[in-house]
């Protein structure tokens, strides 16, 4: 599976300068490429609402938050979609390309794979990041 450069420019943008909030990755002919890129004001919400519900995905969200001891941080989940509606082989696909995909997004802090929305709900995103 080919990686698009524009997938780990993006990713570098987003890590480095924070120009975006999050960054959805689709595979088409063999490729990763980027498919949406949100700007730094878009909420959770926002980013979930980008998913489609019955198609698989690579997303990577920029989550900012406040620790017990107040103070901000951010890290940078890495999100696998595989809707429960989405087909067998689209599934196998994202699945068999994950891990080498991921290798090229240097930075990533936390994992975490979603096969419906409630498995990746704003709750949990914070309770991972902590």
């Known amino acids: ?11 570098l943008e987003l890590k480095s300068k ?5 960054i959805i990755f689709k595979i088409e002919e063999q490729q990763v490429i980027v498919e949406k890129v949100g700007s730094p004001h878009e909420s959770y919400e926002d980013f979930t609402n980008s998913l489609p519900t019955n198609e698989c995905r690579y997303a990577v969200f920029d ?3 406040t620790t ?11 999100i ?4 429960d509606t989405s087909k067998v ?4 696909v ?3 390309s994950k891990d080498r995909f991921k290798r090229e997004l240097e930075g990533i802090q936390v994992e975490l794979q979603a096969t419906d929305p409630s498995e990746m709900s704003f709750d ?7």
């Open 124 to 130: 949990i995103i914070k309770a991972r990041a902590i």
């Open 1 to 11: 599976m080919a990686v698009d450069d524009e997938c780990k420019l993006k990713f």
């Open 80 to 83: 696998a979609w595989a809707p």
């Open 18 to 22: 924070r120009n975006y909030r999050f």
């Open 94 to 96: 994202y699945a068999s």
């Open 63 to 65: 989550f900012d938050f």
């Open 89 to 92: 082989r689209a599934k196998m």
């Open 68 to 78: 017990d001891e107040n103070c901000q941080k951010s890290k940078i989940f890495f």
